[in-house]
């Protein structure tokens, strides 16, 4: 977060890893694959 910071404050960056898919869904922190791959589809049905 403190290389980007505006990047930071516009995702709202407290801890990394942070994940944003397509400005829709994010997560923090270390998570399990299905847990990832869950978040990605959420992302993905979204955005159709």
């Known amino acids: 977060a403190g290389e ?3 990047l ?3 995702y709202n ?4 890893p942070k994940i944003v898919i ?3 869904v994010q997560f ?6 299905d847990v990832f791959v869950e ?3 959420i992302a ?3 955005t159709i």
């Open 4 to 6: 980007f910071p505006q």
């Open 8 to 10: 930071a404050q516009k």
């Open 13 to 16: 960056v407290f801890a990394v």
């Open 22 to 24: 397509n400005e829709i």
């Open 28 to 33: 923090e922190g270390a998570v399990p694959e």
């Open 39 to 41: 978040k990605a589809i």
């Open 44 to 46: 993905h049905n979204t």
